[in-house]
Nanobody
Framework: VQLQASGGGLVQAGDSLKLSCAAT????????MGWSRQAPGKERELVAK????????HVEDSLRGRFTISRDNGKNTVYLQMNSLKTEDTAVYYC???????????WGQGTLVTVSS
């Protein structure tokens, strides 16, 4: 499985941004995709994840209401819609995939999101 993330960039606080992650390769066992992020000097943290079977989605409590995860099954693509961005959302956002709900097995390259004040 290969993951290609895109959509990062420099925005101002309060703006919105939508990240995309396209999956290619042998996706037969892939049942979950999601996003984690790593801010400078901090550990990587889960942002959101979404599964196909059963149909499930999760956004971290601290981000719920501003961030939404969705998918396009036909395009094997997962999206992260980020609204009302804050400077503390500045991080490298990593797309990832897994065979189960509980763990990411494959990571894509990160895409940098910078939120200026």
């Amino acid at each position: 499985v290969q993951l290609q993330a895109s959509g990062g960039g420099l925005v101002q606080a309060g703006d919105s941004l939508k990240l995309s992650c396209a999956a290619t390769g042998d996706l037969f066992s892939t049942n979950m995709m999601g996003w984690s992020r790593q801010a400078p000097g901090k550990e990587r943290e889960l942002v959101a994840k979404i599964a196909w079977s059963p149909d499930s989605a999760h956004v971290e409590d601290s981000l719920r209401g501003r961030f939404t995860i969705s998918r396009d099954n036909g395009k094997n693509t997962v999206y992260l819609q980020m609204n009302s961005l804050k400077t503390e959302d500045t991080a490298v956002y990593y797309c990832a995939a897994g065979t189960s709900w509980s763990r990411f097995d494959v990571w894509g390259q990160g895409t940098l999101v910078t939120v200026s004040s």
